[in-house]
């Protein structure tokens, strides 16, 4: 179960560093609604990466 848990949070930072790519590609182009989905969707999947992380650890 340990490490299904690690693959998911693994896959989470993942998702979160390609959304934060997107966001910058985002912003680039001057697509401003899309760079701001994007930077929240990173945030919001590196968040839970590091709980998922953190919550294992303890």
Known sequence: ???IVDGFSLLLL?????????GLRALSS???????FSVLAGGL???SSV???RARGQ
């Open 1 to 3: 179960m340990a490490r």
């Open 14 to 22: 993942l998702l979160a560093c390609g959304a934060f790519v997107l």
């Open 51 to 53: 709980e998922l992380m």
């Open 45 to 47: 999947a590196l968040k």
């Open 30 to 36: 001057r697509e401003d609604l899309l760079a701001i």
